[in-house]
């Protein structure tokens, strides 16, 4: 323990350098949770999370770890979907689990560039499906070839001038 101990001072002052300067983005998604709890939760919802206590850090441990990714695809500055849309009603990916193809149907509520890429479980882009293609308003189906992905979760993000929507799928 004692060499431990020595090896943690060595390192004692880059670490929390760099903690310094990783704190303002820390402060960010912070603040970026609160907003989207805050847009998305019903008014009992939060005041009980604040009476538990629990405010928006996980329990245990690993929370920490995985705290990050709570938001990633999520943006709080998005429009909330409307209380008739219903959660998801604009996409919906068939089949899934999928194989080697899916279709993906996605609504255009505004005429305008739609772009559709496919995200990593991490929320890092792996390829755009769709880049800034001019569509009409309306549903609209496409297929996808997913034979070079790697069993696995993953995301469809479509980026409309309505807003962004992010639905899961898993690759088997």
Known sequence: MVKVGLLAKKYEAPLSQLSQEIQPQKDKWAADLKAIAAKNATPGQLEKRQELGHGLRGHGQLSQFFRPAKFLLLDPNA???S???????GLNVYPNPAVATNQLEYSVKKAGPVTIEILDGRGNTLRPVVQNEEQEKGSHTL???LSDLP????FYKITTRSGTETKRFVKQ
Do not use: K, Q
């Not at 008739?84 to 009603?89: L, N, Q, V």
């Open 79 to 81: 429009p909330t979907p």
């Open 83 to 89: 209380a008739s849309a219903g959660a998801g009603a």
């Open 143 to 145: 297929s996808t070839n």
């Open 151 to 154: 069993a696995g979760t993953y």
